[in-house]
């Protein structure tokens, strides 16, 4: 059955009558069951509509002010990250603080946790990690110790 119903014009033929003398037949009213059905369908339709307009302008809305934050972060991330990495590469010139700061935060941390001897250990490792990391290690694998060792002014 069918929701809408479309006004056409129909020719119906009167009996005895040629088809040059037909009549135009009024178009039915629709009934009042399907009039109301109709009207329902047409707020629905409305109050949906409205309901996701609303919705699209409150995602558009929210999207906008997050790319605009995000965009605001990443240039402050990008500013950040050019400065840390600068500060690295002139890691050489505060090299003593550096290892300084690892011994104690490093043996203070595992001292308070486990005693004495493990944080006296474990400040020595972080000291060398820091070492290493900030001059370097010297590569011994190929070399002898006996040619690395510097012999005294004789």
């Known amino acids: ?11 119906t033929m009167a009996p005895g009558k040629s088809p040059q003398e037909s009549t135009v037949a009024p ?12 009207q329902s369908i047409k707020k629905f339709v409305a109050a949906t509509n409205s309901t996701l307009a609303a919705l699209e302008e409150t995602t558009t809305t ?20 050019s400065r840390a990495i600068s500060t690295y590469e002139h890691r050489g010139q505060y090299g003593p603080q550096v290892v300084a700061g690892a011994v104690l935060l490093v043996g203070g941390a595992v001292g308070l946790r486990s005693g004495k001897i493990p944080g006296i250990l474990a400040a020595g ?5 820091a070492y290493g990391n900030i001059y370097g290690f010297q590569d011994y694998s190929g070399v002898s110790w006996k040619d690395v060792v510097t012999k005294g002014d004789s």
């Not at 178009?27 to 059905?37: F, I, M, R, V």
């Not at 929210?62 to 990250?81: D, E, F, K, M, N």
């Open 125 to 129: 490792a972080g000291g060398a990690a």
């Open 27 to 38: 178009p039915t009213p629709p009934k009042p069951s399907e009039d109301l059905l109709l």
């Open 62 to 81: 929210s999207s906008t002010a997050l790319i605009s934050r995000l965009r605001s972060l990443g240039h402050q991330g990008s500013v950040i990250a």
């Open 1 to 11: 059955f069918f929701l809408f119903s479309f006004s056409r014009k129909h020719k």
